[in-house]
Structure formats: C-alpha cells, structure tokens
C-alpha cells in the first residue's frame, strides 16, 4: 500500500473512529447520569483529543519522537488559527464570561508550560507527570465550574448532546458500548496506518518527521474539531463548540503529549526545528488570543480572517523552508 494510501485510510480511520467514540462515551456517560454540562466539557473534548493521543503514542513507541511533538503544536495551530478563525469568518463570534475568565487563561498557561519544560531540548518522565497533572486540575476546574453554570447554559448542553425524542424505542446500553470499543479499536488502527504512511512519505520527500506532524497530520488529526465547530457554527451552537475547541488545545498538551511521553521507551527529544520556530509561534498565538478575546468580548470577521491568513502564511513558510 502506497503512503499517500496509508495516509489518506489512517485519517479516515482516525475521524470515523473518533466520532463512534464519542457518541458511544456519551450515551454511557448520560446513561450513569452525568450532566450533559459536564458529558460536553470532558467526554467531548477529551474524545476528540484522541486521534492525536493514538498518533503521538504510535510514533513514540516507533522513535518517530518529531512526529509526536509536531502533531501537538501543529494541531494547536490549527485549532486556534484555522479553526476558530473560520468559524469566525463565517460568523462574528461573541465570548462567554466563561470562555474569557476561564477557558483563555488555562489555554495560554498549558501553552506556557510546555514550553517551559521543553526548554531543555527533551522530554523525560517528570515532564510528562507535570503536563498529565496540569491536565486532571484542569478537568477537575472544569468540572467545579461547570457546576456553577447558569440554567441557560445548562439547557444549551442539553439541547446538544440529549438524544432528543424521535418517536423510536431509546437505544440499548449495549449499542453504546459497541460503539465505544469499535470506535476505539479503528481509532488505533487509522493510528497506526497514518503514522506508518507518514514516515514513509517524510523519506521519501526528504523532510523531517517533524514536518509531517505539524502538516499533514495535524490537520488530519484536527478533523473532528473542525467539522463540530463549523457545523455548530451554522447551528448557532458556538459556546459550546468553541468551549470545546479551547478545551481540546489543553488536553492535547497536558494529557496527550503527557501520557505520549511517560509511554514512549526512552527520553522524548524536542527536534530543534520544532523548539526554535513552531513551539514558539504556537505560545505566540495563544497569548495573542488574549487580548483579541477580551477587546469586547467577541471576535469579528476580520479578525477571524487575520487568523486564518495568519496560518496560510505559516503552512507556506514552513513548506519553502523545508523544501
């Protein structure tokens, strides 16, 4: 099978198997009789954060420790820049006090944070405990706040994520649970089939795997936020998709780059490339998210545009530069 082959079955896989598992994480959570708040907040975020875990955990386990660390600062890119910044186009999007004072701050502070303990070229095991730590307070403040929410935005989560009578008989517990594990087992696959097509194609371009990682499967990876906040974007759902935009770019650096490092067999390096150009840009764009968010609340046309100009002028940069 060719690479572009692999690539283009992984990311299929990838997608296809991310959305079965969080559809089947959804129904069982509101089976157990979780809120729909928290269900959104957590289950959501953390599910669509998964293609990038089985990625990172993929190529650390195959030495490919650029491809790892790309995915993860190429993806944020893509979440922060393209993503948000279509939506905006498409749409002004008006902030919550949520988003603002919470969401936003706890962003730029994984961001921070990673380049902090990235500073010395490597990621080792103590790394790794920090990032995964800085991740479960995040969930657990995440879980405090969202208890707090008004009635609102409770019923907004519920609208969204409570299977709404259709006139048919509910699903059966067991439908979830098979769509939770086959969703989970394709994930790994499409995981495995990216990852191996990547390398390959990375030699036989002759770009680093690092490259391959902030480009093709970033974006790759990225799907399932991008198709949940342009879709609710047209709905007129955007608090909750772009709380979970936000809360995706925490968990893929504190949990997934986390657990990617404390699985990976040996000291995960930071490519130099990665570290003196990408990483920095990345922390770059999410403390410039600060005050675009804060300047009235909402982010307008035009700045939804500057940010999605903004990663045209980055991909292609980082295709001349490497080519």
Known sequence: MSSALLIVVGLAGLVGGAELLVRGGTGLALRLGIAPIVVGVTVVALGTSLPEL??????????????AVGNIVGTNLVNLLLILGLSALISPIALDTR???????LMAAAALLLL??????????????????????????????????????????????????????????????????????????????????????????????AVIGLTVIAIGTSAPELVTTVVSTIRGNRDIALGNLLGSSVYNIAIILGITILVAPEVVQVPDEVLGGDLLLMVA???????????????????????VAAYGGYLTWLLLSHA
């Open 54 to 67: 089985a990625v990172g955990i993929d190529a650390a386990r195959q030495g490919n420790a650029g491809l």
């Open 99 to 105: 988003t603002v004072r919470f969401d936003l701050p």
């Open 116 to 209: 902090v303990v990235a500073l010395d070229g490597t990621f080792g095991r103590l790394d790794g405990l920090v990032l995964v730590l800085f991740g479960v307070g995040y969930t657990l403040a995440i879980l405090y706040v969202s208890r707090r929410e008004p009635s609102t935005v409770r019923a907004q989560y519920s609208a969204e994520y409570v299977p709404q009578d259709t006139g048919r008989a509910p699903a059966r517990p067991w439908r979830d649970v098979a769509s939770l594990v086959v969703g989970i087992a394709v994930v790994v696959v499409g995981a495995t089939l990216l990852v191996d097509g990547a390398v390959d194609a990375a030699r036989a371009i002759g770009v680093s795997d």
């Open 285 to 307: 764009v999410a403390l410039a998210c600060v005050p675009v968010f804060v300047s009235g609340s909402r982010i307008s046309r035009l700045e939804g545009g500057l940010f």
